[in-house]
């Protein structure tokens, strides 16, 4: 069986989370992307189901919106996979 190990020099072991500053900024400015990815896909419909409204089909919800939320979910990515604990000699 094995046996657990102290360190001799008398330091604990101090919790470290895996995620750092760097990593929670990235994730926010994902998030935001994504969020005003969402908001700008919201609205153009009509008030009357019988009228179509041609805005629904614009440049902001067709093409603009779509890529914000998939830039924000490669962001998230990135802010995932980042490794701030890498130190550069």
Known sequence: MSKKQKK????????E???QKKNYL???????CIALGFI?????GSDDPN???????????IRLAPTLVL???????YAILLNPHNKKQ
């Open 51 to 61: 009228v179509f409204n041609e805005e629904i089909y614009n440049f902001r919800r």
């Open 71 to 77: 830039i924000g979910l490669g962001i998230e990515v």
């Open 17 to 19: 989370f895996i995620f």
């Open 40 to 44: 700008l896909m919201s609205g153009g």
């Open 8 to 15: 001799s020099n008398g330091q604990q072991n101090k919790p």
């Open 26 to 32: 990235f994730m926010f400015i994902g998030v935001a």
